[in-house]
């Protein structure tokens, strides 16, 4: 019996690159796509990797999901919440409704996802919640503040969640914290910037300008989501999963100076579960 993995955000990026690498290593992979004929037709060649429709916003579209993968496996060992998109505006720039629209998928699509996979990972003999949040989780940047809150909201949830799901549930859980990486989520950020008047000539702009520059002097050769995948495969055969994994060294490098005294986090968690539950 093959392991069985559920991806969220599977359409392109890291999502697609982890489904296809998991698919072609023996696992029965469960795909989320908001596209699912184009993707099963496009992918039909991984024989074991299923498209499925899946909007995290909605949690009856994750239920249908789970729902499929009881009928058909029963149990459910490693959920990857993976789906999400970058926002690059100030708080002072930023409409409410697309502050919300960020959080409806980057946070609340996670809880959704958590919630529902529950009762499936539960059947597993070793499960395991990973969820792609970002350094932009540990590190906040300027005119990022939309998207590093919700990341930061993510590392919270499972940094919190990981203090007795092990003891209590058995479920091991993962933080995974990219840098950059190359997927369309650059170009759904500047489309957003595109569609909504562009860089706007307001106060704002400076800061915009020295940013923009920067980025461009910056020279970032971004990892690629199949360097993701090779890491997100490895993540899953380590016997003990550690709670926070960069996915490369200039990741590692960009968050070092706040993390430098717990890495990984896990000193911490643990500390606080001996604190508080004595465990
Ligand atoms: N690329 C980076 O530099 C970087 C760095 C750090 C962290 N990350 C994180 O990595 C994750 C994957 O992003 P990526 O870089 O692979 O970008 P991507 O290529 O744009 O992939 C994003 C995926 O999420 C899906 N998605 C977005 N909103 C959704 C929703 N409401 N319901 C279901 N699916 C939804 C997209 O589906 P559609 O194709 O239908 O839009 C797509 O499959 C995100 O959580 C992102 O925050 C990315």
Not at 46 to 55: A, D, G, N, P
Not at 177 to 202: M, Q, R, S, Y
Request: proline share 4%.
């Amino acid at each position: 019996m093959s392991s069985v993995i559920c991806i969220t955000g599977a359409s392109s990026g890291i999502g697609l690159a982890t489904a296809i690498k998991f698919a072609d290593n023996g696992w029965t992979v469960y795909a989320g796509t908001r596209n699912v004929e184009r993707d099963q037709e496009l992918y039909a060649q991984h024989t074991k990797l299923h498209f499925l429709k899946l909007e995290v916003t909605q949690p009856e579209s994750l239920q249908a999901v789970f729902d499929r993968i009881e009928q058909e496996q029963g149990h459910l060992d490693v959920l990857l919440c993976n789906a999400g998109f970058g926002f690059l505006r100030s708080l002072g720039q930023a409409t409410f409704e697309d502050i919300q629209r960020v959080f409806d998928t980057n946070v609340y699509g996670v809880m959704h996802s958590i919630r529902g996979a529950l009762p499936l990972l539960r059947k597993a003999a070793a499960p395991h919640i990973i969820a792609t949040s970002s350094v932009g989780g540990i590190v906040g940047q300027p005119l990022n503040e939309i998207y590093c809150s919700s990341k930061f909201a993510v590392e919270g949830l499972l940094e919190s969640m990981a203090t007795y799901y092990k003891p209590l549930l058995n479920i091991d859980i993962t933080l995974l914290e990219p840098g950059a990486i190359g997927t369309h989520f650059n170009e759904t950020v500047f489309n957003h910037v595109a569609k909504t008047g562009g860089i706007l000539e307001d106060e704002y702009k400076p800061i915009i300008d020295s940013f923009i520059e920067s980025f461009s002097k910056r020279n970032t050769v971004p990892q690629t989501p199949e360097s993701v995948a090779d890491v997100v495969l490895q993540l899953v055969a380590m016997e003990t999963k550690p709670l926070r994994l960069r996915t490369s060294e200039a990741a590692e490098a960009f968050v070092s100076t706040k993390v430098s005294n717990d890495p990984t986090g896990l000193e911490s968690m643990l500390k606080v579960r001996k604190l508080q539950l004595n465990l």
